[in-house]
């Protein structure tokens, strides 16, 4: 093992950094060259790539995104091109490539070692922690951080003017987020794409509130939340990203204004969670997870994603990782029920 490769591709998240720092700080004490990819997988199509030592590594940690850049460019769409990326890991000398991202990226990972037999392993990252096949993925612990220090200011903020506030966040099809960072915000309603919205409950639930003297609300919705017997996403004009997954902190501002006469204003927190400085926990599973990427690379244990099971670094198959999405505990769902859904 001489020269390895590392890529950061989809989402970027906090947390990034640590891995790559991780992964050459280990490789050059093992005396493996690390060569950087930019952009995730476009890096591999232009032969953009470059060698990474300590100093392009050293003071990142604490930074969030990610120093190889990334893209949400996605090959397998387009078969030509995977066999252009296997045809230029060949050429570029490298003995192996660890693939830094979430579901869409370690797909394209598991189609190159299964396909051309590339040598690679996977980590895991997404703020979404949906992932299945590891308890926590990287990025997930800061954009619950934030979202809860969002809610903070909007509580305020609400109880001040006597209002209802919806705060949406990410987490795409998963309520991952919206379910920690809506217990941690002390959200009065949250409402996950797990479960679909009753909006006449939601409305008992403000009202009942009102009755027992509080002036205001505070209502967490994930990104992928349905209200029950509306389909707003069809009849949208916006294009398909947004009307998959966006706007339901809007449209749900309006049908509880509606319904219950409350002031309500809507906060979107979008990339703001996937931005700026990674929490220690971000930072010492990234570090873990590259340093376990380089153990399996060394062990030609190909094919694998590092994982975290019971707080022990493990491995895990790529291909068992991504076939089906990790549903949130039932003890969180509990909770979540006796906060009024
Ligand atoms: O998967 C991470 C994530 O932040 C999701 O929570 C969100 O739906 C999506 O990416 C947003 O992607 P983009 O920033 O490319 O619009």
Same mark, same amino acid.
């Given at each position: 093992?001489?020269?390895?490769?590392?890529?950061? @591709?989809?989402?970027?998240?906090?947390?990034?950094?640590?891995?790559?720092?991780?992964?050459?700080?280990?490789?050059?004490?093992?005396?493996?060259?690390?060569?950087?990819?930019?952009?995730?997988? #476009?890096?591999?199509?232009?032969?953009?790539?470059?060698?990474?030592?300590?100093?392009?590594?050293?003071?990142?940690?604490?930074?969030?995104?990610?120093?190889?850049?990334?893209?949400?460019?996605?090959?397998?769409?387009?078969?030509?091109?995977?066999?252009?990326?296997?045809e230029n890991y060949k050429r570029?000398?490298?003995? %192996?490539?660890?693939?830094?991202?979430?579901?869409?990226?370690?797909?394209? %990972?598991?189609?190159?070692?299964?396909?051309?037999?590339?040598?690679?392993?996977?980590?895991?990252?997404?703020?979404?922690?949906?992932?299945?096949?590891?308890?926590?993925?990287?990025?997930?612990?800061?954009?619950?951080?934030?979202?809860?220090?969002?809610?903070?200011?909007?509580?305020?903020?609400?109880?001040? $003017?006597?209002?209802?506030?919806? &705060?949406?966040?990410?987490?795409? $099809?998963?309520?991952?987020?919206?379910?920690? =960072?809506?217990?941690?915000? @002390?959200?009065?309603?949250i409402l996950v794409p797990e479960?679909?919205?009753?909006?006449?409950?939601?409305?008992?639930?403000?009202?009942?509130?009102?009755?027992?003297?509080?002036?205001?609300?505070?209502?967490?919705? #994930?990104?992928?939340?349905?209200?029950?017997?509306?389909?707003?996403?069809?009849?949208?004009?916006?294009?398909?990203?947004?009307?998959?997954?966006?706007?339901?902190?809007?449209?749900?501002?309006?049908? &509880?204004?509606?319904?219950?006469?409350?002031?309500?204003?809507?906060?979107?927190?979008?990339?703001?969670?996937?931005?700026?400085?990674?929490?220690?926990?971000?930072?010492?599973?990234?570090?873990?997870?590259?340093?376990?990427?380089?153990?399996?690379?060394?062990?030609?244990?190909?094919?694998?994603?590092?994982?975290? $099971?019971?707080?022990? &670094?493990? =491995?895990?198959?790529?291909?068992?990782?991504?076939?089906?999405?990790?549903?949130?505990?039932?003890?969180?769902?509990?909770?979540?029920?006796?906060?009024? &859904?």
């Open positions: 093992m001489k020269k390895i490769g590392i890529l950061t @591709g989809g989402a970027d998240c906090p947390g990034l950094n640590s891995v790559i720092r991780a992964v050459v700080v280990k490789c050059l004490q093992e005396g493996i060259v690390v060569t950087g990819v930019k952009n995730g997988w #476009s890096g591999l199509i232009d032969n953009d790539m470059k060698v990474l030592d300590l100093r392009l590594t050293s003071g990142i940690l604490d930074r969030g995104g990610t120093i190889l850049g990334t893209s949400r460019y996605v090959p397998p769409l387009d078969k030509e091109k995977e066999k252009i990326i296997a570029s000398g490298m003995d %192996a490539l660890i693939t830094v991202g979430g579901e869409d990226t370690l797909k394209i %990972a598991l189609s190159l070692f299964e396909n051309y037999n590339m040598p690679i392993v996977g980590v895991p990252k997404s703020i979404d922690n949906e992932l299945y096949g590891t308890d926590y993925t990287f990025g997930f612990d800061t954009a619950v951080n934030v979202g809860t220090e969002c809610i903070d200011r909007l509580h305020t903020t609400a109880e001040s $003017h006597h209002r209802i506030i919806v &705060i949406e966040v990410m987490g795409r $099809h998963s309520g991952w987020i919206a379910v920690q =960072s809506g217990i941690a915000g @002390g959200a009065d309603i479960i679909p919205i009753d909006i006449e409950k939601v409305c008992k639930i403000l009202k009942l509130r009102h009755q027992r003297g509080k002036t205001f609300s505070i209502i967490v919705v #994930s990104e992928g939340a349905r209200v029950s017997g509306y389909s707003f996403q069809e009849d949208s004009d916006i294009d398909k990203r947004k009307a998959l997954l966006g706007n339901i902190g809007e449209f749900l501002a309006d049908l &509880i204004e509606d319904k219950t006469g409350y002031e309500t204003r809507v906060s979107v927190l979008g990339n703001i969670q996937r931005g700026g400085t990674p929490t220690a926990f971000d930072r010492v599973l990234g570090t873990r997870f590259g340093f376990k990427a380089v153990e399996l690379v060394k062990e030609g244990n190909f094919g694998k994603m590092v994982s975290l $099971h019971s707080n022990k &670094i493990k =491995s895990t198959e790529i291909e068992k990782a991504i076939k089906r999405r990790k549903a949130i505990d039932d003890d969180l769902y509990e909770i979540v029920k006796a906060f009024g &859904i």
